[in-house]
Nanobody, 122 residues
Framework: QVQLVESGGGSVQAGGSLRLSCVASGRNYAMGWFRQAPGKEREFVAAATAITWSGGRTYYTDSVKGRFTISRDNAKNTVYLQMNSLKPEDTAVYYC???????????????WGQGTQVTVSS
């Protein structure tokens, strides 16, 4: 059983930045960030593959490309989501997820964090 603990959410004005952190109790899973706004379905934000001999890869949904960066520190079992140039439409509960393989959908992820609220005001 893998436990994920998120932190770093909060309230910012449009154009501001936040960094989310997710500490995992297991090692080297594919890690993803999803978000869910009120009245909407959970959606993919970003993901990082497990680290292999050739390194790792990252993936982003189009709406956050160039603004958000996912990174991982395997020594700390932590994945980060640096969010810059935040917009009101980024307001949502953000969830960290871990699974054996990277996916753009939530199903293949086996473990989920409790979520952290991000609110962006205009």
């Amino acid at each position: 059983q893998v436990q994920l603990v998120e932190s770093g959410g909060g309230s910012v004005q449009a154009g501001g930045s936040l960094r989310l952190s997710c500490v995992a109790s297991g090692r080297n899973y594919a890690m993803g960030w999803f978000r869910q706004a009120p009245g909407k379905e959970r959606e993919f934000v970003a993901a990082a593959t497990a680290i292999t001999w050739s390194g790792g890869r990252t993936y982003y949904t189009d709406s956050v490309k160039g603004r958000f960066t996912i990174s991982r520190d395997n020594a700390k079992n932590t994945v980060y989501l640096q969010m810059n140039s935040l917009k009101p439409e980024d307001t949502a509960v953000y969830y960290c997820a871990a699974g054996r393989e990277m996916s753009y959908v939530s199903g293949p992820y086996d473990y989920w964090g409790q979520g952290t609220q991000v609110t962006v005001s205009s």
